[in-house]
């Protein structure tokens, strides 16, 4: 997950619910941290992932996980458990 905006560095707390989702990986979204196709023209695109259940995640902003578009707490945060 090298080419993902690292303007954060840190975990996103979010609580989705059961669809698709679109991480974005450029920065330019104005929908951060989702893509609203902003990325046009540029060689780096969404990440695309699915969730079959409402549940909080952890969206990576450091670009260092192993588990994207997650944290995997590479970053350095502890997540809770
Ligand atoms: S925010 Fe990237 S590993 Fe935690």
Redesign the pocket.
């Known amino acids: 997950?090298n080419d993902?905006n690292t303007d954060?560095?840190?975990?996103?707390a979010i609580t989705l619910e059961p669809g698709i989702y679109f991480r974005c990986r450029c920065g330019k979204s104005s929908t951060l941290p989702f893509c609203d196709g902003g990325h046009s023209g540029d060689d780096v695109l969404p990440l695309r992932f699915e969730l079959t259940e409402r549940q909080k995640v952890?969206?990576?902003?450091?670009?260092?996980?192993?588990?994207a578009p997650?944290?995997?707490?590479?970053?350095?945060?502890a997540?809770p458990k």
């Open positions: 997950m993902m954060a560095g840190m975990p996103i952890y969206l990576c902003s450091c670009g260092k996980t192993g588990k997650f944290c995997d707490g590479q970053c350095g945060v997540l």
